[in-house]
């Protein structure tokens, strides 16, 4: 038994993950001080106003921060922003740069997803339906 739970925690694939979650945090926070630290005050300078939290409306009683769902949601948009200028944008031309053979294999459509896979796959990386590789 435990020897089987040795083998699973080694196995490949679960130290990945775990360095990958580990490296994933660590990215978070520094993306989140650019955004906090940069890119929001400039928006501010720009926009007049950084902070919708204090904005709300009462029904019966009842208070909704619909400012605080107005914040999320910029905040969301940014940090996607800014994560795909400066980290998808930089690392695809770096990938497209060095191998350009394998990001411009040729493609097909997976015939039970449709999704788009590579020519000479034997399973398909989105539905994992097995598909017969073609030459």
């Known amino acids: 038994m435990l020897k089987g739970f040795r083998d699973f925690i080694l196995r490949g694939n679960v130290v990945d993950l775990a360095v990958g979650i580990v490296i994933g945090a660590a990215f978070t926070a520094v993306v989140n001080a650019l955004v906090s630290s940069f890119i929001t005050p400039l928006i501010a300078a720009i926009g007049g106003k950084q902070d919708f939290s204090s904005l709300y409306f009462t029904l019966n009683g009842s208070q909704f921060k619909y400012g605080v769902f107005i914040n999320a949601v910029f905040a969301f948009l940014i940090v996607a922003a800014v994560l795909y200028f400066l980290v998808v944008v930089p690392v695809d031309r770096m990938l497209r740069r060095f191998f350009p053979a394998k990001l411009d294999a040729p493609k ?20 994992t339906a097995q598909v017969d590789p073609t030459a």
């Open 108 to 127: 097909r459509d997976c015939p039970e997803c449709l999704s788009s896979i590579p020519a000479a796959a034997s399973r398909c990386s989105f539905c």
